[in-house]
C-alpha cells in the first residue's frame, strides 16, 4: 500500500520536534495496515498537534480544543466501518479531561494519540496537565503546584481496554500503533516525545532520558485485560434491534360526544405520591375521547417524592390559546401543601365553580360550592385519591362522564394497574360524602 | 377523528423523527430532559442512534460529528447548556455542519429557575457566539408549532448548511396540549445537496449558489472539516480576501434567502390602531386578548405572532406596523426583541409589556395595556 502522507502539504512542524516523527510513524502503522485514504478519518484538535489531519491524504476533522473525541464518537457511530484515529496533545487532553473519561467507560472503537510534550507548545510553553513538577515552563511556579496526569494510569482505571505508553522514538513503534489502530475498541497511546521550540529550551530531553522516564513508570503495552469488553457501537445497534417502541402518530379516537360547550379550567392540588399529574392526564385522555382540546400543566418538586404536586387541566371544544389557569371551574384539594401552594385561586373561583375537598384539609372561603370528602373512610388510600376525587367530580358528567373516565383507564393502564384503577371508581361511587 | 395529547418537547421529537432525524445527543437538563426520554424511547427503534453525552459540550460535539458523517443530527438543551454549546455553535457556523439545537428556554440568568419558563434567550441565541455571523431562530407558540417548524428547522439546517435553533419554552416543552396528526402542517422533507460530480472541494460552491454541496466523511470521496478560517478546499487560509469572501459568502447564505422562511401568522383586523408582536408561549396570551378586545370590547387590534425571530424579517415587521399608530411588544422577559422592532419601525411609537417572573403573562394583562393606550 502507498504512503498516506499528503504530498501537497509536507509537515511543518519547529526542526527537531518529535511531531514530525510521529507523523511518519502513523504513516508506517497505515502503510503496513493496508488501509486508503477513505478508510481512516483523522481527528484533531487545536495546537501543534491540531495539524495533523492536514499531512494525510485520509477523511480529516478538526475541531475545537480538547473535544476531539467528542467529534470522533459522533463519526464512529454514524460510519462504523471507518478507522478513527483521534490526535490530541496534552494541553486538549487537560481540557477535554470529561470527554476522555467517557471515552474510557464507553469504549467506542477509536484509536486515541495522546502526542504528549509536556506543555502548551503553540501558546508559548505553559504548562499542562502532563508537565512534571521540577520542569521549568512558562507559567511560573504554578506546575510546582500540582501533580503531573498519568494518562495510562487514567485510562485504565477509566475503563480502556488498551492502553500502551511509548516513546515516539521506540523502533517499533508502528506496529505498537498499527495494534492499537486495529483493536476493536478504545485505543489509548500516550506517546512521548519533546517540544524543542519550548518545553526543551529549559528542559533538555534526549530520547534516552524519555524512556529511562518511561521505564520508571508502571509499564502499560497495549490490552488490559479486565477491561476487555464489547464494542460500544456494535452493541448499542443490537440492544436497538430489541427496542420496538414507536412512536403513536394516531393518538386518541374520538368515541363520544363532547360533554361542555365552553372551557373548564380544572386544578388538583395535591401532594408527591398522590399520582395528581396522572389524575390529570386522565381527566385530559377522557376529554380527549370526546374530541376536546385539553391542556396539561404540571408544577411539582424537584425532589419528585417529596412536597406540592399540582397539575391544571384546561378542557375546551374550542382551540386553546392562553394555557394558563385564571378562574377555576372545579379545585380538587387533596393536601395542604397544595392548598397553601395556591391559596390565591379559591378567591378566583364563582359560584357555579366546584371544590372537591379531602377532610381535613384547610382552604380560604370560597363562593363556589364545596363538597368535602371523606376519602380515608371510604378506604382510599393516598395514591388513589387524585383517582377518586375525579370519579367524584366525573358523577356530575362536566367536563367529563363516568363512562369517558373508565374508557380513558382502560386505555392508559393494563393488567394489575388497570384492576387497581377499576377498584377505586367503585369504591369512589361509595364513598360518604 | 383522533388527537395526540403530548406536549411540546414530545411534539418536537415527532418532528424530528418525521424530518429523518437519526441522531441526537443531550445531557439531561430540565425543562429539556424529557425531550431526551423521546428520542431514547423513540430513535433506537427507527434505527437511529440517541444517546446522553458526559456533558452539554460532549453532546453537540457527537452530533457536530455524526452529522459531518452524513446524519440528520439534533441536540437540546436550556440556557445553562446552550452556554456550553456555544463554542460548538460557532463552528457549525464555521464549518457549516447542519444541526438542529432545541433551546428549551426557562428562567435566567444563570442557574435561575429549573421549572419555571422565560424568554430570555432571545438576544443570546443571535449573539452568544463568536464571530457575529447570522443563525437562524424559529419561535414555536405551541404543541403544533413544536412539529412543524421541527421539520423547517431540519429543513433550513440542510438546506444551508447551518445551525438552526428551536426557541422553545419550559411552559411549551412541558406543558401538554392536544394535537391532529391530519391538520397538522408537515413541510416536505428537503435533504442537503449532495456533490455529484467532478473534483471535489469540501467548502466550494458552484457559480451563483451561496450552499457547498455535501459529502460525509466516511464516504470514497476524501472529505474535509475544519473549525479554523478556511478556503474552499478546507485548509487553513491567511489570505484576507479569501477569509473576507468566506465570511460574506456564510452572512450571505443566510440573509439574502430570509424571506423564504421568516414565518409568521398575522391576525389583521379592519380598524385595528394597535399592532400586538408576540411570539412564543405569549403569543396564546396576544392571540385571546387581540380576540377579547376586538371581539367584546369594540377595540380592534391586530396581532403579529413571529415564528422566524433570526433572521429579523424587516418586511414581515414593516408591512404589519403600517398604518399602526401603535405597536405593543409583548416578551417573557425585560425587552429584548422590541429592539429589533424598534431598528426596524423607527418612524412609529413602538411600546414594551414583558415581564420574567415565572409566570405567563396573561391575557387580562396585555388587555390593560392596550386599553392604557
Ligand atoms: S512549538 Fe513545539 S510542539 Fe509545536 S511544532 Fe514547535 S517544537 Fe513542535
Redesign the pocket.
Known amino acids: 500500500m502507498d504512503s498516506l502522507l499528503n504530498p501537497d502539504r509536507p509537515p511543518v ?2 526542526p ?4 514530525d516523527r510521529s507523523v511518519h510513524t502513523l504513516d508506517r502503522a497505515l502503510k503496513e495496515m493496508g488501509l486508503k485514504g477513505s478508510d481512516v478519518v483523522i481527528v484533531s484538535d487545536i ?3 491540531g495539524l495533523f489531519d492536514t499531512f494525510f491524504k485520509t477523511h480529516a476533522f478538526h475541531g475545537l480544543h480538547g473535544r476531539a473525541l467528542t467529534y470522533a464518537a459522533g463519526i464512529k457511530l454514524a460510519q462504523p466501518h471507518l478507522k478513527v484515529i483521534v490526535t490530541m496533545g496534552d494541553g486538549g487532553l487537560g481540557i477535554g479531561g470529561a470527554h476522555f473519561l467517557a471515552a474510557c467507560r464507553r469504549n467506542l472503537d477509536i484509536s486515541l494519540l495522546v502526542l504528549n ?1 509536556f506543555n502548551f ?2 501558546t508559548g510553553g505553559q504548562f499542562s496537565c502532563t508537565t512534571p513538577e521540577h520542569a521549568s515552563v512558562a507559567s511560573s511556579f504554578l506546575n510546582l503546584l500540582e501533580k503531573p496526569f498519568d494518562v495510562c494510569n487514567v485510562a485504565a482505571c477509566a475503563g480502556a481496554p488498551f492502553v500502551a505508553r511509548s516513546s515516539v522514538y521506540r523502533k517499533n513503534l508502528p506496529e505498537l500503533l498499527a495494534e492499537a489502530i486495529s483493536f476493536k475498541g478504545f485505543a489509548v497511546v500516550d506517546l512521548w516525545g ?6 526543551m529550551k529549559k528542559n533538555p530531553l534526549s530520547p534516552k532520558e524519555i524512556e529511562s522516564a518511561i521505564e520508571k513508570l508502571q509499564p502499560y503495552q497495549g490490552v488490559i485485560s479486565t477491561n476487555i469488553r464489547r464494542e460500544y457501537s456494535s452493541h448499542y445497534r443490537e440492544e436497538a434491534a430489541k427496542d420496538t417502541a414507536g412512536v403513536d402518530w394516531q393518538g386518541i379516537e374520538k368515541t363520544f360526544e363532547p360533554t361542555v360547550k365552553e372551557r373548564r379550567e380544572v386544578v388538583f392540588l395535591g401532594s408527591a405520591g398522590q399520582r395528581v399529574i396522572t389524575g390529570g392526564g386522565l381527566l385530559g385522555r377522557a376529554a380527549i375521547l370526546a374530541g376536546m382540546n385539553v391542556t396539561q400543566k404540571n408544577d411539582y418538586n424537584i425532589t419528585v417524592m417529596r412536597g406540592p404536586s399540582v397539575t391544571e387541566v384546561i378542557v375546551s371544544p374550542q382551540a386553546i390559546t392562553y394555557t394558563e389557569v385564571g378562574k377555576p371551574d372545579v379545585i380538587v384539594a387533596l393536601s395542604e401543601e397544595g392548598v397553601r401552594k395556591c391559596w390565591g385561586l379559591f378567591q378566583k373561583m364563582e359560584k357555579e365553580g366546584r371544590v372537591i375537598l379531602a377532610a381535613g384539609v384547610e382552604i380560604p372561603t370560597t363562593d363556589a360550592e364545596v363538597l368535602e370528602v371523606n376519602f380515608k373512610a371510604g378506604g382510599i388510600k393516598k395514591k388513589e385519591r387524585a383517582l377518586a376525587a375525579l370519579s367524584l367530580l366525573a358523577q356530575t358528567g362536566d367536563p367529563v362522564t363516568l363512562e369517558m373516565l373508565r374508557e380513558a383507564i382502560s386505555q392508559s393502564f393494563h393488567g394489575k394497574r388497570l384492576e387497581e384503577a377499576r377498584l377505586v371508581l367503585e369504591k369512589a361511587a361509595t364513598i360518604p360524602v | 377523528m383522533s388527537l395526540l395529547f403530548i406536549d411540546g418537547n414530545q411534539a418536537v421529537a415527532m418532528g424530528a423523527i418525521h424530518s429523518g432525524c437519526r441522531f441526537f445527543a443531550a445531557y439531561p437538563i430540565t425543562p429539556a430532559s424529557n425531550l431526551l426520554s423521546a428520542m431514547l424511547d423513540t430513535l433506537p427503534s427507527a434505527g437511529g442512534i440517541a444517546l446522553q453525552g458526559e456533558d452539554e459540550i460532549a453532546s453537540i460535539g457527537y452530533c457536530l460529528g455524526a452529522s459531518m458523517a452524513g446524519m440528520k443530527v439534533m441536540t437540546a438543551t436550556s440556557g445553562p447548556g446552550l452556554s456550553l454549546y456555544s463554542e460548538n455553535i460557532s463552528f457549525a457556523i464555521a464549518g457549516e455542519i447542519p444541526i438542529v439545537i432545541v433551546n428549551i428556554m426557562r428562567q435566567g440568568p444563570s442557574t435561575g429557575s429549573a421549572t419555571r419558563g422565560a424568554d430570555g434567550d432571545v438576544q443570546f441565541m443571535r449573539w452568544g457566539c463568536s464571530g457575529g455571523l447570522p443563525v437562524i431562530v424559529l419561535a414555536p407558540a405551541d404543541v403544533s408549532d413544536c412539529f412543524t417548524l421541527t421539520v423547517h428547522a431540519f429543513n433550513l439546517a440542510e438546506q444551508y448548511r447551518c445551525p438552526v435553533i428551536i426557541a422553545s419554552n419550559k411552559e411549551i416543552g412541558m406543558t401538554s396540549g392536544t394535537l391532529d396528526m391530519e391538520r397538522v402542517e408537515k413541510p416536505a422533507v428537503i435533504d442537503r445537496t449532495l456533490h455529484e460530480a467532478g473534483p471535489f472541494l469540501p467548502f466550494q460552491v458552484k457559480i451563483g449558489e451561496d450552499v457547498p454541496p455535501f459529502l460525509p466523511i466516511g464516504g470514497p470521496i476524501l472529505v474535509r472539516q475544519t473549525s479554523s478560517t478556511h478556503g474552499p478546499d478546507g485548509y487553513i487560509t491567511t489570505n484576507p480576501s479569501e477569509i473576507q469572501a468566506g465570511v460574506e459568502r456564510l452572512q450571505r447564505k443566510i440573509d439574502s434567502n430570509m424571506e423564504s422562511f421568516s414565518y409568521f401568522d398575522l391576525e389583521k383586523r379592519e380598524g385595528a390602531r394597535t399592532l400586538l408582536v408576540a411570539y412564543g408561549i405569549t403569543a396564546g396570551a396576544a392571540r385571546a386578548a387581540a380576540a377579547e378586545l376586538s371581539e367584546n370590547q369594540n377595540i380592534p387590534v391586530s396581532l403579529l405572532v413571529l415564528k422566524t425571530l433570526w433572521p429579523v424579517s424587516e418586511q414581515v415587521l414593516q408591512a404589519a406596523a403600517m398604518g399602526m399608530e401603535r405597536i405593543l411588544v409583548v416578551e417573557m422577559n425585560l425587552g429584548q426583541y422590541v429592539q429589533e422592532i424598534r431598528r426596524v419601525i423607527c418612524n412609529q411609537r413602538v411600546d414594551f409589556y414583558g415581564k420574567m417572573s415565572g409566570q405567563l403573562i396573561s391575557p387580562k394583562e396585555i388587555i390593560e395595556e392596550v386599553t392604557r393606550g
Open positions: 512542524f519547529c527537531g520536534c518529535s511531531h495546537g501543534c498537534s510534550n507548545g503553540m519533546g517540544c524543542p521550540a519550548r518545553y
